[in-house]
């Protein structure tokens, strides 16, 4: 009997209470949980390296077919939708990204783009007629890398602040019509002169007061942080983020045309005139249009800084001849907006049109 008491005592000491049990599984429970999660995020990551392989696959196909259908002025890729093998390839994109992709083919055939989904984020892979293949997605046929978007963000949109990541300035945008704008001049600043140095070829870049070559003590000073950078015309048509660009003339006077009175006159050709009333009013500072441009001055061809406060001047992308381009110019009691040609060694404010 004694050792029959001892056995049913030992027993008792291996066998597991209702609180142990339930506490093991819970633990099994979070546990098979982890692993599971885990498990989701590596499929969906060699997914998406299968895509990006794909991707490279097809673009190396879309290249080949561009050559053959092509000639002596470059390649052709009008026609890719009907090729077999372009056609399998998107067939196998599809399926693992879960998204129909469709290729954007320029009307003379010398540009295309595509962008798919991938599945670990919200961003999109692109690929395009210039050898660009990376984060980003599809405008005028080719691939612009958009800020804020990543694993569980949402995509950016105009009237989001943009973070350039250069330098990590933060521009508020506006959208102005079919345009988004930046809403702050830009402060891109690779380098800087003072305002005695200055040509129509080599990119300079000004901060109004400052005359030194130091970057970081031109970035204290109170005329950087607040009106930014003024550019000679080749730095300013290099200088504006991925995805953005300095506008045309052309694109200028849309922006014009858009902010004139229903009716109005806004000559597209107009050389040192006024016009386009009342843009220049909803262009400024405490405007409307939300543009905000503020009397920023420039750096005059005679090594100079003039007009703080009094005057702004605005680049676009297109010359008027070999050593000038066009730009646009605001006065602080003046309702319109002139358009006029400068020489090329001027340093004028920049704002970024979005691709």
């Given at each position: 009997?004694?050792q029959?008491?001892n056995?049913?005592?030992?027993?008792k000491?291996?066998?597991?209470?209702?609180?142990?049990?339930?506490?093991?599984?819970?633990?099994?429970?979070?546990?098979?949980?982890a692993?599971?999660?885990a498990?989701?995020?590596?499929?969906e990551?060699?997914?998406?390296?299968?895509i990006?392989?794909?991707?490279?696959?097809?673009?190396?196909?879309?290249?080949?077919?561009?050559?053959?259908?092509g000639?002596?002025?470059?390649?052709d890729?009008?026609?890719?939708?009907s090729?077999?093998?372009?056609?399998l390839?998107i067939?196998?994109i599809?399926s693992?990204?879960?998204?129909?992709?469709?290729?954007?083919?320029?009307?003379?055939g010398?540009k295309?783009?595509?962008?798919?989904?991938?599945k670990s984020?919200?961003?999109?892979?692109?690929?395009?007629?210039?050898?660009?293949?990376?984060?980003?997605?599809?405008?005028?046929?080719?691939?612009y890398?958009?800020?804020?978007?990543?694993?569980g963000?949402e995509?950016?949109?105009?009237g989001?602040?943009?973070t350039?990541?250069?330098?990590?300035?933060?521009?508020?945008?506006?959208?102005?019509?079919?345009?988004?704008?930046?809403?702050?001049?830009?402060?891109?600043l690779?380098?800087?002169?003072?305002p005695?140095?200055?040509?129509?070829?080599?990119?300079?870049?000004?901060?109004?007061?400052?005359d030194g070559?130091?970057?970081?003590?031109?970035?204290?000073?109170?005329?950087?942080?607040?009106?930014?950078?003024?550019?000679?015309?080749?730095?300013?048509t290099?200088?504006?983020?991925?995805?953005?660009?300095?506008p045309?003339?052309a694109?200028?006077?849309?922006?014009?045309?858009?902010l004139?009175?229903?009716?109005?006159?806004?000559?597209?050709?107009?050389?040192?005139?006024w016009?386009?009333?009342p843009?220049?009013?909803?262009?400024?500072?405490?405007?409307s249009?939300?543009?905000?441009?503020l009397?920023?001055?420039y750096?005059?061809?005679?090594g100079s800084?003039?007009?703080?406060?009094?005057y702004?001047?605005?680049?676009?992308?297109?010359?008027?001849s070999?050593?000038?381009?066009?730009?646009?110019?605001?006065y602080?009691?003046y309702?319109?907006v002139s358009?006029?040609?400068s020489s090329k060694?001027g340093?004028?404010?920049?704002?970024c049109?979005r691709?």
């Amino acid at each position: 009997m004694k050792q029959s008491f001892n056995n049913n005592k030992n027993n008792k000491k291996k066998a597991f209470t209702l609180i142990e049990l339930l506490v093991v599984i819970a633990i099994i429970g979070i546990l098979s949980g982890a692993v599971i999660v885990a498990m989701s995020g590596t499929q969906e990551s060699a997914t998406d390296a299968r895509i990006k392989a794909a991707m490279d696959q097809l673009r190396s196909s879309i290249e080949i077919y561009g050559l053959l259908h092509g000639s002596n002025y470059g390649s052709d890729y009008r026609g890719l939708d009907s090729d077999e093998e372009v056609s399998l390839l998107i067939s196998d994109i599809e399926s693992q990204a879960g998204v129909v992709s469709t290729i954007d083919i320029s009307g003379s055939g010398n540009k295309y783009c595509l962008s798919t989904n991938l599945k670990s984020s919200n961003d999109k892979w692109c690929i395009d007629s210039s050898g660009f293949a990376g984060i980003g997605d599809c405008s005028n046929y080719s691939c612009y890398y958009y800020l804020g978007v990543g694993a569980g963000e949402e995509e950016w949109s105009c009237g989001d602040d943009l973070t350039d990541s250069r330098d990590s300035n933060i521009y508020p945008t506006v959208q102005i019509g079919n345009q988004c704008w930046m809403a702050k001049n830009l402060a891109y600043l690779p380098s800087v002169v003072g305002p005695g140095t200055g040509d129509i070829t080599t990119p300079y870049y000004y901060v109004y007061g400052y005359d030194g070559t130091s970057v970081s003590a031109a970035k204290a000073t109170a005329n950087y942080t607040t009106y930014g950078v003024l550019y000679n015309w080749p730095a300013a048509t290099t200088a504006c983020p991925s995805g953005w660009h300095l506008p045309t003339d052309a694109e200028q006077h849309i922006l014009d045309n858009y902010l004139t009175t229903a009716g109005g006159s806004c000559d597209a050709n107009r050389n040192g005139v006024w016009d386009c009333d009342p843009a220049g009013t909803l262009l400024k500072s405490g405007g409307s249009s939300g543009f905000n441009a503020l009397m920023s001055g420039y750096r005059s061809t005679n090594g100079s800084f003039v007009n703080l406060g009094s005057y702004t001047d605005f680049w676009s992308s297109s010359a008027s001849s070999s050593s000038f381009a066009w730009r646009r110019y605001l006065y602080p009691s003046y309702s319109t907006v002139s358009r006029g040609n400068s020489s090329k060694a001027g340093g004028f404010s920049v704002r970024c049109l979005r691709d």
